[in-house]
Protein backbone atom coordinates (compact mmCIF):
# COMPACT_ATOMS: atom_id res chain seq x y z
CA UNK A 1 0.00 0.00 0.00
CA UNK A 2 1.74 3.27 -1.43
CA UNK A 3 -1.20 5.70 -0.73
CA UNK A 4 -2.31 7.82 -2.71
CA UNK A 5 -0.54 9.64 -4.97
CA UNK A 6 -0.78 12.82 -7.23
CA UNK A 7 1.27 14.30 -10.11
CA UNK A 8 2.92 16.88 -10.41
CA UNK A 9 2.99 18.47 -6.85
CA UNK A 10 2.90 21.75 -8.37
CA UNK A 11 1.56 23.19 -11.77
CA UNK A 12 2.44 26.78 -13.18
CA UNK A 13 0.26 27.69 -16.42
CA UNK A 14 -0.23 30.55 -18.49
CA UNK A 15 -4.16 31.12 -18.53
CA UNK A 16 -6.12 29.73 -21.29
CA UNK A 17 -3.43 27.01 -21.38
CA UNK A 18 -4.77 23.15 -20.44
CA UNK A 19 -3.79 20.95 -17.93
CA UNK A 20 -4.19 17.55 -17.12
CA UNK A 21 -3.61 16.12 -13.39
CA UNK A 22 -3.37 12.44 -12.62
CA UNK A 23 -4.16 10.29 -9.13
CA UNK A 24 -2.96 6.63 -8.63
CA UNK A 25 -5.57 5.47 -6.25
CA UNK A 26 -5.09 2.72 -3.80
CA UNK A 27 -4.57 -0.61 -5.87
CA UNK A 28 -7.91 -1.98 -3.99
CA UNK A 29 -10.15 1.18 -3.65
CA UNK A 30 -13.13 1.14 -6.17
CA UNK A 31 -14.23 4.58 -5.09
CA UNK A 32 -12.35 7.67 -6.43
CA UNK A 33 -12.88 11.25 -5.54
CA UNK A 34 -11.76 14.87 -6.34
CA UNK A 35 -11.85 17.84 -4.43
CA UNK A 36 -10.87 21.30 -4.99
CA UNK A 37 -9.07 23.66 -2.44
CA UNK A 38 -8.94 27.42 -2.44
CA UNK A 39 -6.80 29.33 0.11
CA UNK A 40 -8.71 29.66 2.98
CA UNK A 41 -11.25 27.17 2.89
CA UNK A 42 -11.74 23.24 2.95
CA UNK A 43 -12.04 21.27 0.03
CA UNK A 44 -15.37 21.01 -1.75
CA UNK A 45 -16.14 17.91 -3.81
CA UNK A 46 -15.85 17.85 -7.18
CA UNK A 47 -16.48 14.79 -8.84
CA UNK A 48 -16.59 10.63 -8.12
CA UNK A 49 -15.68 7.50 -9.68
CA UNK A 50 -17.39 3.96 -8.38
CA UNK A 51 -14.55 1.83 -10.57
CA UNK A 52 -14.82 3.55 -14.29
CA UNK A 53 -18.46 5.09 -13.74
CA UNK A 54 -18.62 8.67 -12.78
CA UNK A 55 -21.09 8.70 -10.58
CA UNK A 56 -21.80 12.46 -9.38
CA UNK A 57 -20.55 15.62 -10.87
CA UNK A 58 -20.70 18.78 -8.99
CA UNK A 59 -22.12 21.96 -10.23
CA UNK A 60 -18.31 23.52 -9.34
CA UNK A 61 -17.14 20.71 -12.61
CA UNK A 62 -18.13 23.08 -15.41
CA UNK A 63 -17.50 22.28 -18.61
CA UNK A 64 -13.89 23.76 -18.89
CA UNK A 65 -13.13 20.66 -16.68
CA UNK A 66 -13.07 17.18 -17.53
CA UNK A 67 -12.34 13.85 -15.08
CA UNK A 68 -12.10 10.04 -16.85
CA UNK A 69 -11.13 6.68 -14.66
CA UNK A 70 -10.36 4.39 -17.52
CA UNK A 71 -10.36 0.83 -16.59
CA UNK A 72 -11.34 1.96 -12.93
CA UNK A 73 -7.62 2.28 -12.09
CA UNK A 74 -5.91 5.68 -12.06
CA UNK A 75 -7.72 9.09 -12.60
CA UNK A 76 -7.59 12.07 -14.64
CA UNK A 77 -8.86 15.42 -14.40
CA UNK A 78 -8.45 18.18 -17.26
CA UNK A 79 -9.09 21.49 -17.10
CA UNK A 80 -8.93 23.25 -20.71
CA UNK A 81 -8.73 27.23 -21.22
CA UNK A 82 -7.85 27.91 -17.63
CA UNK A 83 -8.89 30.97 -15.86
CA UNK A 84 -6.96 32.79 -12.42
CA UNK A 85 -9.65 31.22 -10.79
CA UNK A 86 -9.22 28.20 -10.97
CA UNK A 87 -5.86 28.30 -8.67
CA UNK A 88 -6.29 26.08 -6.00
CA UNK A 89 -5.15 23.03 -4.80
CA UNK A 90 -6.35 19.32 -6.30
CA UNK A 91 -7.18 16.83 -4.11
CA UNK A 92 -7.83 13.26 -4.99
CA UNK A 93 -9.03 10.83 -2.63
CA UNK A 94 -9.77 7.03 -2.56
CA UNK A 95 -11.74 4.49 -0.56
CA UNK A 96 -12.87 1.07 -0.72
CA UNK A 97 -16.93 0.55 -0.20
CA UNK A 98 -17.19 1.42 3.73
CA UNK A 99 -16.07 5.15 2.90
CA UNK A 100 -17.54 6.01 6.29
CA UNK A 101 -14.06 4.67 7.59
CA UNK A 102 -12.64 7.47 5.96
CA UNK A 103 -11.05 8.34 2.54
CA UNK A 104 -7.06 8.15 1.64
CA UNK A 105 -6.02 11.33 0.95
CA UNK A 106 -3.49 12.20 -2.02
CA UNK A 107 -1.18 14.84 -1.15
CA UNK A 108 -2.78 17.27 -4.26
CA UNK A 109 -1.77 19.19 -7.21
CA UNK A 110 -1.34 22.74 -6.44
CA UNK A 111 -2.59 24.54 -9.58
CA UNK A 112 -1.22 28.15 -10.19
CA UNK A 113 -2.61 30.04 -13.19
CA UNK A 114 -1.02 33.02 -14.23
CA UNK B 1 -28.40 19.75 2.18
CA UNK B 2 -25.28 19.56 4.43
CA UNK B 3 -23.42 22.47 5.95
CA UNK B 4 -20.36 22.25 8.20
CA UNK B 5 -19.53 25.15 10.47
CA UNK B 6 -16.10 25.96 12.12
CA UNK B 7 -16.41 29.27 13.82
CA UNK B 8 -12.96 29.68 14.83
CA UNK B 9 -10.63 30.34 12.37
CA UNK B 10 -7.43 29.88 14.30
CA UNK B 11 -6.69 28.73 18.19
CA UNK B 12 -3.36 28.76 19.65
CA UNK B 13 -2.50 26.34 22.99
CA UNK B 14 0.77 25.66 24.77
CA UNK B 15 2.66 22.78 24.64
CA UNK B 16 1.41 19.88 26.94
CA UNK B 17 -2.41 21.15 27.55
CA UNK B 18 -6.11 21.03 26.36
CA UNK B 19 -7.07 22.89 23.53
CA UNK B 20 -11.06 21.74 21.93
CA UNK B 21 -11.92 23.07 18.60
CA UNK B 22 -15.53 23.87 17.55
CA UNK B 23 -18.13 22.32 14.83
CA UNK B 24 -21.84 22.43 13.99
CA UNK B 25 -23.66 20.77 11.32
CA UNK B 26 -26.85 20.72 9.79
CA UNK B 27 -27.99 17.80 8.05
CA UNK B 28 -31.93 16.55 7.86
CA UNK B 29 -30.34 13.02 7.17
CA UNK B 30 -30.14 9.88 9.85
CA UNK B 31 -27.57 8.04 8.61
CA UNK B 32 -24.26 9.99 8.86
CA UNK B 33 -20.70 9.99 10.12
CA UNK B 34 -18.80 13.06 11.39
CA UNK B 35 -15.44 13.39 10.94
CA UNK B 36 -11.52 15.34 12.35
CA UNK B 37 -9.14 15.49 9.36
CA UNK B 38 -5.52 17.15 10.06
CA UNK B 39 -4.32 19.20 7.51
CA UNK B 40 -0.37 19.80 8.09
CA UNK B 41 1.56 22.06 6.28
CA UNK B 42 2.93 18.76 4.16
CA UNK B 43 -0.52 19.15 2.79
CA UNK B 44 -1.84 15.68 2.97
CA UNK B 45 -4.82 15.45 4.43
CA UNK B 46 -5.06 12.65 7.23
CA UNK B 47 -8.24 11.60 9.50
CA UNK B 48 -7.70 11.78 13.23
CA UNK B 49 -11.28 10.72 14.40
CA UNK B 50 -14.23 9.65 12.97
CA UNK B 51 -18.06 9.66 14.69
CA UNK B 52 -20.91 7.25 14.15
CA UNK B 53 -24.45 9.36 14.32
CA UNK B 54 -26.05 6.53 15.38
CA UNK B 55 -23.47 5.99 18.90
CA UNK B 56 -24.03 7.62 21.75
CA UNK B 57 -20.62 7.18 23.23
CA UNK B 58 -18.33 9.53 22.28
CA UNK B 59 -15.51 8.78 20.25
CA UNK B 60 -11.50 8.73 21.37
CA UNK B 61 -8.35 8.09 20.12
CA UNK B 62 -5.33 8.60 21.96
CA UNK B 63 -5.02 12.13 22.69
CA UNK B 64 -7.92 12.84 20.41
CA UNK B 65 -11.39 12.71 21.89
CA UNK B 66 -14.67 14.48 20.83
CA UNK B 67 -17.89 15.17 22.37
CA UNK B 68 -20.86 14.73 19.83
CA UNK B 69 -24.35 16.55 20.99
CA UNK B 70 -26.53 15.10 18.12
CA UNK B 71 -29.26 17.14 19.52
CA UNK B 72 -27.48 19.89 19.46
CA UNK B 73 -25.41 19.25 16.51
CA UNK B 74 -22.19 19.72 17.72
CA UNK B 75 -18.87 18.02 17.34
CA UNK B 76 -16.02 19.39 18.94
CA UNK B 77 -12.53 17.98 18.97
CA UNK B 78 -10.74 17.73 22.07
CA UNK B 79 -6.39 17.32 21.78
CA UNK B 80 -4.84 16.80 24.67
CA UNK B 81 -1.28 16.86 26.36
CA UNK B 82 -0.81 18.75 23.15
CA UNK B 83 2.26 18.34 20.96
CA UNK B 84 4.18 20.22 18.53
CA UNK B 85 3.63 18.02 15.69
CA UNK B 86 -0.04 18.98 16.41
CA UNK B 87 0.33 22.15 14.43
CA UNK B 88 -1.79 22.04 11.25
CA UNK B 89 -5.32 22.86 10.31
CA UNK B 90 -7.92 20.77 11.43
CA UNK B 91 -10.85 20.58 9.13
CA UNK B 92 -14.48 19.02 10.62
CA UNK B 93 -16.49 16.85 7.71
CA UNK B 94 -19.82 15.11 7.24
CA UNK B 95 -21.20 12.29 5.18
CA UNK B 96 -23.87 10.87 4.72
CA UNK B 97 -24.39 7.13 4.34
CA UNK B 98 -25.45 5.69 1.08
CA UNK B 99 -24.85 7.64 -2.84
CA UNK B 100 -21.83 8.86 -3.35
CA UNK B 101 -20.57 9.32 0.36
CA UNK B 102 -19.14 12.88 -0.18
CA UNK B 103 -17.64 15.08 2.66
CA UNK B 104 -18.41 18.18 3.37
CA UNK B 105 -15.55 20.02 5.11
CA UNK B 106 -15.75 23.34 7.05
CA UNK B 107 -13.71 26.30 6.59
CA UNK B 108 -10.74 24.70 9.04
CA UNK B 109 -9.55 25.63 12.06
CA UNK B 110 -5.27 26.58 12.05
CA UNK B 111 -4.11 25.25 15.26
CA UNK B 112 -1.04 26.97 16.53
CA UNK B 113 1.02 24.66 19.43
CA UNK B 114 3.42 27.28 21.28
CA UNK B 115 6.53 25.61 23.08
Known amino acids: DTGVSQDPRHKITKRGQNVTFRCDPI?????LYWYRQTLGQGPEFLTYFQNEAQLEKSRLLSDRFSAERPKGSFSTLEIQRTEQGDSAMYLC????????????FGSGTRLTVV | AQTVTQSQPEMSVQEAETVTLSCTYDTSESDYYLFWYKQPPSRQMILVIR??????QNATENRFSVNFQKAAKSFSLKISDSQLGDAAMYFC????????????FGKGTKLTVNP
Open chain 1, 93 to 104: ASSSRGTVYGYT
Open chain 2, 51 to 56: QEAYKQ
Open chain 2, 93 to 104: ASLLQGGSEKLV
Open chain 1, 27 to 31: SEHNR
